[in-house]
C-alpha cells in the first residue's frame, strides 16, 4: 500500500499518494495585495488522476500591500554668492524621496537669477544643473529614502552687481523640478523652489592729490620746491574706485576755505584714467567701474599777494 501524507488548506484535509503529489502555487498583484493560489492534485487507484485539470481543489490567500505613494521634497538653497563682478552665485537643489516608490525622470532647469526685478545680464555663464551627490545610487533615480542634490552657478556682472548691490534681498531666483513615478506619472514636489539673496553695497572711493609743474601727463611732482610769482601748479587728482559698484558723476571739489590761493582756481577737469568717460576740458564728471581711475586737474597761478602773504 502506498504510504499517504495528509495536507491542509485552510482547516480542510486532504490525503493523497506521496509519489504523486502535484502542488502548483502563483503570486500574483492584485491591487494593492499579494494573492497565492495553490492547487492539488494526485492519481487515483486506477492511475489516472484524481481530478481533471481545472478542477483540482484549491485555495487563495491574499497579503495586503501598502498602498503607493509617491512624493518628494526639493528645496533650494544659495550655497555661496560674492560680492563683486565676476563672481559667482552658487545655488543647490536638494530631492528626498519621502515617498514608498521610486522617482525618476528627474529633471531640474533655472532661467537665471533677477537683480532687483532686472534680468540677468551674463546668462552665458549659467551652467546646467548637475547631480553632485547621491546618498544612496548613482543612477540619477530617487531610491525611497534617498537624498540627490543638484548644483549650478550663475557668474554676476557688473551690470547685475549695480542693478542689486545694496538692495534687502534683492537677488531672486526661482528653479524648476520635475520627475515621474513608477507609472510614468507626473509628481510635483513640495518645498521651497525660489530663494533671494543680498550682494552688499560696499561703494568706496580713493582720492590722491599732487602738485605738477606742467599739464596731464607730462611734467613733475612739485613737493616742496619753492614757487615765484606767475609759476602755474596743475594739481592732479587721482580718484580710483575701490568698492564693488559703479559710481557715477564722480567730481571733485576743490577751493575755498580749503585752499588758501588768493587767486582764483581753473575748471576741474577729466583728464585721463582708465574710466569710460571721455576727457576732456569741460568734462567735469566721470562714470568709474571697480578697480577703474579717473585723473582730474586743475591749473592755479602763483600771485604777488601769494608770496606777500608768507
Known sequence: MKQKQILKF????????????????????????????????????????????????????????????????????????????????????????????????????????????????????????????ESDTTDGILQVGETIIYEFQYTMSQTDVDNAAGVTNGVDNTATVSAEDPDDVSVPPTGTLTVEDTIPDNSALTLDKSAYDDVFPGGSLIGLTQQSVGSVIYYRFTVTNTGNTTITNATITDGPPAFSGSGGLGTIALVGGTTSTTPGPAVTAADIAPTETAIFEVAYTVTQTDVDNQ
Open 10 to 133: 485552510s482547516g480542510v484535509a486532504w490525503r493523497y499518494p506521496m509519489t504523486a503529489l502535484v502542488l502548483l502555487a502563483q503570486v500574483a498583484a492584485a491591487g494593492a495585495a499579494i494573492t497565492n493560489t495553490a492547487t492539488v492534485n494526485g492519481d487515483a487507484p486506477d492511475g489516472n488522476p484524481a481530478y481533471a485539470p481545472g478542477s483540482e481543489p484549491s485555495d487563495s490567500e491574499s497579503v495586503g500591500v501598502v498602498t503607493k505613494s509617491a512624493s518628494y521634497t526639493a528645496n533650494k538653497t544659495v550655497a555661496a554668492i560674492g560680492d563683486e563682478a565676476g563672481e559667482d552665485i552658487v545655488y543647490r537643489v536638494t530631492l528626498v524621496n519621502t515617498g514608498n516608490v521610486t522617482i525618476d525622470t528627474l529633471s531640474v532647469t533655472d532661467p537665471g537669477p533677477t537683480f532687483n526685478g532686472n534680468a540677468a545680464t551674463n546668462l552665458g555663464s549659467l551652467t546646467a544643473p548637475t547631480i553632485i551627490s
